[in-house]
């Protein structure tokens, strides 16, 4: 088995060209999964600034041609494009990178602390939809796990800092305090739950949400806010302080139509947070002079550094877990032939026992299968913790050979 990741993020490509990657989505990871016997699992860890397919392979180059070809027939997008934008990693560098977006090493706002849930979220996606494999789910609850000893353990990210905090201050240091103006959401997924929690923890408690999908009553009656249905939004635009736009709605919720039915920011400059991965404010709307439009681009820009003492200690955090990681999988490789031994051994035993049981009564019966049975288990723990050293160091083909030898046991690896 092979883990490997194809994926592009903020670093990689523009905003635009990650939205067209993020097109492929739904659905993708039961495709690739049900289309290729290559493919063992896979889990799509999609984002505001990134698109990640992390991979479970019998093989290797097949598998990838197949899920960059799947990848652009879902987005409809060029096969090329898909190609150029997206990276391919293989090996330890999978885990590598993993445990570090996953510490929030690898995003605009570094130390963002909504990473470690969409990651988590990217794993229950998957786990519903069953395309996880064993060693993606060891690969991604060991992700988690190291996010939260940096976060225990670091500076990294200490002070909250998100990619919606970080664009509140932007707001903030542009048009003053949020803490009692009013805010409307548009939206009401994940992302929609964080803004709110990071507008009321600033005192903004008069908060608005609409939903395109119909959702915002359900939503409101468990976070506080007022539903706002689609033929009041004009009014309820007109009437808010700010707009905190995260809908991943396919088309822009805010145009000009809607602002000239509203009237909103005819007299005032109207702040709006868009932090949609495909934008809900209109070019044309972001073009009007009394709109000042905070989005990813800007986040990116002005996105604070962390003290480089906390990077430095998360990175070794890191580096650490991924050894321990890679070390685990490694000796993974040497259970076959345990599980071999054992059944060997046991099987001996246990046509020994079946003898013994038909001669003496059953409580001597019972007495010697518990005297062969530790006694078997501490013949065989020394060459199972061998097995498991040898397939760490590249040795265990040696190991192999000694085994079928010996004992005519046949202990390659089966093909899943």
């Known amino acids: 088995m092979v883990l490997v990741l194809v994926g592009a993020s903020h670093h990689d490509v523009s905003f635009e060209e990650l939205d067209r990657l993020a097109a492929a989505e739904s659905g993708l990871v039961q495709r690739l999964v049900q289309s290729s016997e290559d493919i063992s699992g896979a889990v799509v860890l999609s984002t505001c600034n990134r698109f990640e397919v ?42 590598q990178h993993l445990f ?63 990619i919606v905090s970080v664009g509140l201050d932007v707001v903030e240091e542009r048009h003053g305090p949020v803490a009692g103006t009013r805010a409307l959401v548009l939206g009401t997924g994940s992302y929609a739950r964080v803004v709110i929690a990071t507008l009321q923890r600033r005192g903004c408690t008069d908060i608005s949400v609409f939903s395109a999908s119909g959702r915002a009553a359900q939503f409101a009656q468990s976070h506080d806010v007022h539903p706002v249905e689609v033929n009041d939004l004009a009014d309820a635009l007109a009437s808010v302080d700010l707009v905190a736009a ?14 000239a039915a509203s009237g ?4 005032r400059v109207l702040p709006m947070l868009d932090l949609a991965l495909t934008p809900d404010v209109s070019p044309e709307v972001r073009a009007l002079p ?6 990813l681009q800007v986040i990116h820009d002005i996105a604070p550094r962390e003290h480089s003492s906390a990077i430095l200690e998360a990175q070794e955090i890191v580096l650490s877990s991924v050894r321990e990681f890679e070390d685990n999988e490694t000796g993974r490789s040497a259970d076959h032939a345990i599980v071999a031994m054992r059944a060997h051994v046991m099987g001996i035993i246990g ?15 019972e007495e010697v299968a518990r005297s062969l049975n530790r006694v078997s288990n501490a013949i065989l723990h020394t060459p199972s913790v061998r097995a498991q050293e040898l397939a760490r160091t590249g040795d265990f083909a040696d190991y192999s050979k000694a085994v079928h030898t010996l004992f005519g046991i046949d202990v390659s690896a089966p093909r899943d």
Do not use: W
């Not at 879902?74 to 293989?90: E, L």
């Open 54 to 95: 992390y991979l479970d392979l019998q093989r290797f180059h097949d598998a990838v041609d197949h899920t960059t070809e799947t990848i652009a027939a879902q987005a409809g997008v060029d096969r090329d494009f898909v190609v150029d934008a997206m990276r391919v990693v293989v090996g330890t560098s999978v885990s």
């Open 100 to 162: 570090s977006v996953a510490s929030g090493l690898e995003s605009m706002v570094v130390g963002e602390d909504e990473i470690a849930g969409q990651v988590r979220h990217a794993l229950a996606d998957a786990q519903s939809a069953g395309t996880t494999t064993p060693t993606l789910e060891r690969l991604l609850q060991r992700a988690l796990a190291t996010s939260k000893q940096v976060s225990s353990n670091t500076g990294l990210g200490a002070a909250g800092r998100s």
């Open 246 to 259: 995260c809908s991943g709605a396919p088309h822009h919720l805010i145009d000009l139509p809607l602002m």
């Open 264 to 267: 909103a920011a005819a007299d």
């Open 290 to 295: 009394n709109v000042d439009v905070v989005d």
């Open 351 to 365: 046509e020994e026992i079946e003898r013994i049981r038909r001669r003496v009564d059953p409580d001597t019966a």
